[in-house]
């Protein structure tokens, strides 16, 4: 099992480009995350998906939008990217029951000139 | 929402020490998980450990969510222990999110 994979792992973007993070996961799992993490500080979450075609806001979700058309697949979607979403984005998965441990993947580092 | 705090933030070993690091939130919670970031940005799980104690080889965790505080426990430490250690819960009430403490970095020296 790969576990959880992201695609693509660096990324250099200038301000008002978009760009689409991919996040699949090959463990059945149903509930899905993306997270992002700046300089000194923990995760932030930005969005999750409690199932196939359902999304909810987290934390920080302004400025992305998400989708999740497959199980298995979540992507995270910058509109117009902006320099304060530069950060390293890291997504998760878990079965949704408990115990509802999460596994992230490497993380895509993402920098906005 | 809940605050998970951390401490130390930093700490600095010689191989072969010991170490206590600390995990204090401030509600209940579902769902309380240790991880360790290598130098290299990888998330590795440590302990899923809502309460009770759990050992893995060198390390082992204690949560008593009674008094709403989480320790993990490295022992014997090597270089490759170096990295930041986070604690994240899932506190009742707040979905299926964790939410992360800021860490505690970790410097194993030779």
């Known amino acids: 099992n790969a576990g959880v994979t992201q695609t693509p792992k660096f990324r250099v973007l200038k301000t008002g480009q978009s760009m689409t993070l991919l996040c699949a996961q090959d463990?059945?799992?149903?509930?899905m995350y993306w997270y992002r993490q700046d300089p000194g500080m923990g995760l932030r979450l930005i969005h999750y998906?409690?199932?196939?075609?359902?999304?909810a806001k987290g934390e920080v979700p302004d400025g992305y939008n998400v989708s999740r058309l497959k199980k298995q697949n979540f992507l995270l979607g910058l509109e117009s990217a902006a320099p304060s979403q530069t950060s390293v984005y890291f997504c998760?998965?878990?079965?949704?029951?408990?115990?509802?441990?999460?596994?992230f993947g490497p993380g895509t580092r993402l920098t906005v000139l | 929402g809940i605050q998970v705090e951390q401490s130390p933030p930093d700490l600095i070993l010689q191989e072969g020490a010991n170490s206590t690091l600390r995990c204090n939130f401030s509600d209940s919670v579902n769902n309380l998980q240790w991880f360790h970031q290598n130098p290299w940005g990888q998330l590795i799980n440590l302990f899923y450990i809502p309460s009770g104690t759990k050992q893995n080889g060198r390390l082992s965790a204690t949560t008593v969510a009674t008094e709403r505080y989480s320790l993990l426990y490295i022992s014997s430490s090597q270089t490759t222990d170096s990295g930041v250690y986070f604690c994240?819960?899932?506190?009742?009430?707040?979905?299926?999110?964790?939410?992360f403490g800021k860490g505690t970095k970790l410097t194993v020296n030779p």
């Open positions: 998760a998965s878990s079965y949704g029951t408990l115990p509802n441990e999460q596994f």
């Open positions: 463990m059945n799992h149903e509930y």
């Open positions: 998906s409690v199932g196939e075609g359902t999304t």
């Open positions: 994240a819960v899932v506190y009742q009430g707040g979905s299926e999110k964790l939410v």
